[in-house]
């Protein structure tokens, strides 16, 4: 027997829709997923004057062609879900038409709000009332940022309503208004004890309650299918809270057995450390190292760390291109600058913080690194391994920032560590993923590449009953995608040792 689910996967340049498979074996029970690529569309921030904003009204178009392409495939679909990243949102009004679109967390709006904010309340009270890290895109600098703009304060009415950007497209499909907790608890704005909204927060920043819409939990259904969507489907799909923080998805599908000692990272442009918690852990010494605790899947947390990932070897690869079409030569892939490492004579003894600030914005990406090294190490990268040295620089540096990452939740739950599980499309990188187990020292497992979206399918199966709970899913997921083990090589602890005693430095412990 075979059932189908839609699930709509947003990342930072494309969305998909993904068609998943599970194929249930009435005589064994066993179960299986296969995923099919239904739709894939590009997805960028688009600049508006001086405000860089999501197409949300297009975005929402290219959901309305999946689901199209589905029906004329003439399958019928269990439910539909969505994710997407985090912390940012669109604003409709009491008729539900959308009078805020989404800005992006890369617009510059939000700089200095954050110390703007702890004026108001503290940012050790801010922290004991909502558990999460301070980055500077957090929802709530945005909307601080929003009330100091008149032309934007008007829409934080409480006759209003705030969607994150999954609750927002849920609210195009079904006309049905939540918001779902994982993505919410991305915003600063939550209390992780009750999990709902802070009001202490929401009170010292006045901010409406009524602007927020009330909290559902994954595997909640939003509302069903508008049939003006798509004509051709007659029958009733509902539409299913996932754990629409694609972070949260994609740690749904770790496939990590039951009692097993395990991190996660899920790794893209963004790199998302953790461990899952039963309970908040909102101590001085997870706020010190700024550390998130976000919601995850049947109640846990997940207590998290935001690394810069990918971000930095994508920039420097566009850098590379633009100097290289210059030049009359081929672009580079990803595989291309690995080979680069590969083949170097002699790396750069030299390691970044992924984390800084300097890393943070686009454009210009090489030459930053470059002026790190020579700031801090006094040395030159080499002209003629030019692309060899930074990628292995940002690359160590990466592997470097998860060691710590993970020594440092250890010390936070006093929990042994015995393993890293990847997800998400770093785990495709061979370099890194070596690299990552020499500076851990412990074994590093690779999951499923497209771990964010099974996650949305199989929480839309919890939901219809056809999946029994989160250790079924993650069998599923073993079973059907399989891992991959790096094991750390011995011998090269010292060089480890000593490059991760750099990045101490570096990060001032």
Known sequence: MKKYYLGFDFGASSGRAILGILDIDEVTGKKNLDLEEVYRFPNEAVREGNVLRWETERLFNEMKTGITLVAEKGIHIESIGIDTWGVDFGIIDEKGDIVFRPVSYRDDRTIGMMEEAFKKMGKTEIFENTGLAFLQFNTLYQLIAMKNDPEAAKYLDEKNTLLFMPDLFAYYLTGAVGTEYTIASTSQMIDPSVRTWSKKVLDAF????????????????????????????????????????????????????????????????????????????????????????????????????????????????????????????????????????????????????????????????????????????????????????????VYKGLALKYRWGIETLEKITGDKIDALYIVGGGGKNELLNAYTASALKRPVRIGASEGTVIGNLLVQAMATKDVKDIWELRKIVADSFGSKTYEFDPAESEKWDKAYLDLKKLIGE
Not at 206 to 229: C, D, M, S, T
Not at 256 to 261: D, F, L, P, T, V
């Open 206 to 393: 006045g901010l409406p309650e009524g602007l927020f819409a009330p909290i559902q939990q994954p595997g909640e259904i939003r509302g069903y299918l508008k049939k003006e969507i798509c004509p051709a489907i007659d029958y009733d799909v509902p539409v299913v809270a996932v754990a629409s923080h694609d972070t949260a998805s994609a740690v749904a599908a770790v496939p990590a057995r039951e009692g097993e000692k395990f991190a996660y990272l899920s790794s893209g442009t963004w790199s998302l450390l953790g461990v899952e918690t039963p309970t908040p852990v909102c101590t001085e010494g997870v706020m010190n190292a700024n550390f998130s605790n976000e919601g995850g899947l049947n109640g846990t947390t997940r207590l998290l760390k935001n690394i810069m990932g990918l971000w930095i070897i994508q920039e420097c690869r566009k850098q590379f291109n633009i100097e290289r079409e210059k030049e009359g030569l081929e672009k580079l892939s990803f595989a291309d600058i690995v080979c680069e490492v590969e083949k170097m004579s002699k790396p750069v003894d030299a390691v970044i913080d992924v984390d800084d600030n300097e890393f943070f914005a686009p454009d210009g990406m090489v030459d930053r690194i470059e002026a790190y090294v020579k700031k801090h190490y006094g040395k030159d990268v080499c002209p003629c391994e030019r692309v060899g040295q930074i990628a292995d620089i």
